[in-house]
C-alpha cells in the first residue's frame, strides 16, 4: 500500500519560519503532482502549492513570494519552506501527491494525516 507522512509542523511567532517536509512510501510506481492543502477552523481546505513531476511550482496569491516548494523526485518527497509566517497562516496543512500504485497501476490521490501550524505571538 502507499503512505504519504507529513512532519514539522509547530509554534512558530509571527515573521518566523517553518520547513515542512511529506514522504511518500509503499508500492509507488511513479508520483505526479504533489502539493500541500491546508484548513484552518471554520474555513476550507485550500491549496497552498503545488509542484509538478518536473519541478514546475504554483503559489496561492496569499503565499506567493513567502513559500517555497520543492520535491525530491529520488526519495519521493515534497517540501514546504515557509518564510515570513503571518497569524492568517494558522492551520492545518495537509501533503497530497497523486501516486500511481504498482498493484493497480492507476494514479489516485492520497493524503497525509496533517500537520499543525500555529502562528503566534
Known amino acids: 500500500q502507499v503512505q504519504v507522512v507529513e512532519s514539522g509542523g509547530g509554534l512558530v511567532q509571527p515573521g518566523g519560519s517553518l520547513r515542512l517536509s511529506c514522504a511518500a512510501s509503499?508500492?509507488?510506481?511513479?508520483?505526479?503532482?504533489m502539493g500541500w492543502y491546508r484548513q484552518a477552523p471554520g474555513k476550507q481546505r485550500e491549496l497552498v502549492a503545488s509542484?509538478?513531476?518536473?519541478?514546475?511550482?504554483n503559489y496561492a496569491d496569499s503565499v506567493q513570494g513567502r513559500y517555497t516548494i520543492a520535491r525530491d523526485n529520488a526519495k519521493n518527497t515534497v517540501t514546504l519552506q515557509m518564510n515570513s509566517l503571518e497569524p492568517d497562516d494558522t492551520a492545518l496543512y495537509y501533503c497530497n501527491a497523486y501516486i500511481r500504485d504498482i498493484r493497480t497501476l492507476s494514479f489516485r490521490a492520497y493524503w497525509g494525516q496533517g500537520t499543525q501550524v500555529t502562528v503566534s505571538s
Open positions: 509542484i509538478s513531476s518536473i519541478g514546475t511550482a
Open positions: 509503499g508500492t509507488i510506481a511513479s508520483i505526479g503532482t
